[in-house]
């Protein structure tokens, strides 16, 4: 037995390795991305990036279907893109263990939306498991795999970022697992696994008779438990909330969930009859509450607690007992306000470059998801729409299908990794439908944003070992893309040159920035030496810190101070340089 300090997405990874997978794939989004990479730093044959999580979720039930444990991970909103092979993954169900993690963001840390995926389980009926902490997460983990097994579904484990991110103390015995079986090979049962209509109704039938087995296992399984204590409070609670009401309420009596479907029944009505007051306390949707509104039971929940963002110990004490934390009595406020600091592109990004452009030029920009989305803030003020992965080439050949000319042009920006993960169709409609629109691709050689994955296009598998890279020409032309044109992401002019050209096309066409992350290993990147700003020549117009590089700034922050170049700093990327109108911006020797 050792006691180990792990997160809950190290905890997952070690107790999948444990139940004994063959495989685990995902497609990296925060909270989830580190249960994939540490996979493959235990056993890096076990682990594999997909391009998005619909083909991880694919790329794992053929696993299971050969008889194989495995597990798909992905954050919440991947769910959304997941959702059309895990509905009738219910009904085929499984061969060998299917686990699929569902990392949900509440408080939107790095998100678009705070969806709870509580709701995928009861839609989908697929069983879902809730743990608390780490050393939960680690049994969960290891149990979803027989669980699967037993009751013939895919499981969810549901987990939040703090529980994904959040260490705890975790006591990591060997498990006792099975004995490895053998290569169960393959078996060829249509009945089962093709669902065209005839079988699919038969297979229905049996998920509600799975789902009914399921629900007696649910009243007197080891994921839920009764702690009884002070009768006059009884909370019914699961995930990260149990921690708060604990912390909060000590006293209390607490129904802890951790099977949140199907709910047990019978036990909430026992427990529910047993308190004077039940209060459920959740984190946003009134999931639980509502069960338990469906069974009649008078609870209190979403009166109390907001359905909007984290909660805590403190606005847990406060909505049941009225009772503030200590701290927020305390009326020592700061001498000064600690200044809001918002998420930048790094210095030298190859991305910051074509934003000074089309900000510049006042074009429409119809954005999407990744690091490109910062430049939705001054001083480069140039993402106008950021819906989810993929949706901005789809938005830009709509907007553009329908704009008057003298409303100007449109483009949309797409990163490389998420151009995999979602855009091929959207490059494909507009080649086939002849949409006017303009595609810039920022191909950055990575999947930045969620800490430099590799994908398709990096030329790197998740080892980092070479494998084949996608050529963006021939991929591009293949969809019927008959205008492409490849461009130095640091090459203001042969940019600047190349959009005024395509934007003024009457036809589709797509731009690939090219310019590797500066946080890369693996990619040649652009870095020379520093640069500096001569003061006798600078006449203070301000133009090199419309880039918004944070090595360039003001002295002492006044309006009145020329810029000056922080050369600890500066990358020597050369775009203040290219960008200087009076030649005041030299490279140090």
Not at 24 to 40: F, K, M, Q, R, V
Request: charged letters at 25%; glycine letters at 8%.
């Amino acid at each position: 037995m050792k006691k180990l300090l792990l997160s809950g997405n190290e905890a997952i990874a070690r107790g999948a390795l444990d139940a004994g997978i063959s495989l685990a794939t995902a497609y990296p989004g925060t909270p989830s991305t580190e249960i994939l990479e540490n996979i493959a730093r235990m056993d890096a044959g076990k682990a594999m990036w997909a391009p998005n999580e619909k083909i991880a979720v694919e790329l794992a039930s053929g696993v299971s279907f050969a008889g194989h444990r495995t597990i798909a991970a992905m954050k919440h909103v991947g769910v959304n893109v997941a959702a059309d092979p895990l509905f009738t993954l219910a009904y085929t169900g499984v061969r060998g263990g299917l686990v699929i993690v569902t990392a949900d963001d509440p408080e939107l840390h790095s998100s678009q939306n705070e969806q709870d995926n509580r709701r995928y389980a009861s839609f989908a009926r697929i069983p879902m498991l809730e743990p608390s902490d780490s050393q939960e997460v680690l049994e969960f983990t290891r149990e979803a795999f027989p669980l699967s097994e037993r009751f013939d579904l895919p499981v969810f484990l549901r987990t939040t970022t703090r529980i994904s991110h959040g260490k705890s103390v975790v006591i990591a015995g060997e498990w006792d697992k099975e004995e490895k079986r053998p290569d169960p090979g393959l078996v060829k049962d249509p009945a089962k696994f093709v669902m065209v209509p005839a079988n699919a109704r038969i297979r229905h039938l049996d998920l509600e008779e799975r789902i009914s087995s399921l629900k007696d296992f649910a009243e007197s399984c080891s994921f839920n438990r009764v702690e009884m204590a002070d009768t006059e409070l009884g909370v019914v609670t699961s995930g990260i909330s149990y921690n708060y009401v604990k912390e909060a309420l000590p006293d209390a009596s607490v129904l802890k969930l951790g099977l949140v479907f199907p709910l047990p029944d019978k036990l909430i009505r026992d427990f529910a009859s047993r308190c004077r007051r039940i209060i459920v306390v959740e984190e946003l949707e009134p999931y639980l509450e509502e069960g338990l509104r469906y069974l009649g039971i008078e609870a209190e929940g979403k009166s109390l607690i907001s359905r909007f963002g984290e909660i805590n110990t403190g606005t847990v004490r406060r909505a049941v007992t009225g009772v503030r934390e200590p701290a927020e009595d305390n009326k020592h406020e700061p001498l000064d306000p600690i200044p809001v600091r918002p998420p930048v592109m790094c210095i030298g990004c190859p991305h910051r470059g074509i934003f000074h452009l089309l900000s510049r030029k006042g074009i429409f920009v119809a954005g999407d998801i990744g690091c490109y989305t910062l430049a939705v803030s001054p001083p480069l003020s140039a993402i106008h729409t950021t819906v989810c992965m993929g949706a901005g080439v789809n938005q830009a050949a709509g907007i553009e299908a329908v704009l008057q000319e003298e409303h100007g042009k449109v483009v949309a920006v797409i990163g490389d990794s998420t151009f995999l993960h979602s855009g091929l169709g959207g490059i494909l409609n507009m080649a086939y439908n002849g949409i006017p629109a303009t595609i810039l691709i920022l191909d950055n050689f990575t999947t930045a944003m969620t800490g430099r994955q590799n994908h398709p296009g990096s030329g790197f598998d998740i080892t980092g070992n070479r494998t084949r890279q996608v050529d963006w020409e021939t991929l591009l032309r293949g969809l019927g893309m008959e205008h492409v044109r490849i461009v130095d992401a640091y090459d203001l002019e042969e940019m600047d040159s190349t959009l005024t050209e395509e934007i003024k096309r009457d036809a589709p066409s797509v731009i690939v920035v090219r310019g590797a992350c500066m946080l890369l290993r693996n990619q040649p990147v652009k870095q020379e030496n520093p640069y500096e700003i001569d003061e006798e020549i600078c006449t203070n117009c301000g133009n090199c810190l419309k880039l918004g590089c944070l090595a360039i700034s003001r002295r002492n922050l006044s309006i009145d101070e020329k810029p000056v170049i922080d050369t600890q700093k500066c990358t020597g990327c050369t775009l203040c340089f290219q960008g200087c109108l009076f030649g005041a911006i030299e490279a140090l020797e």
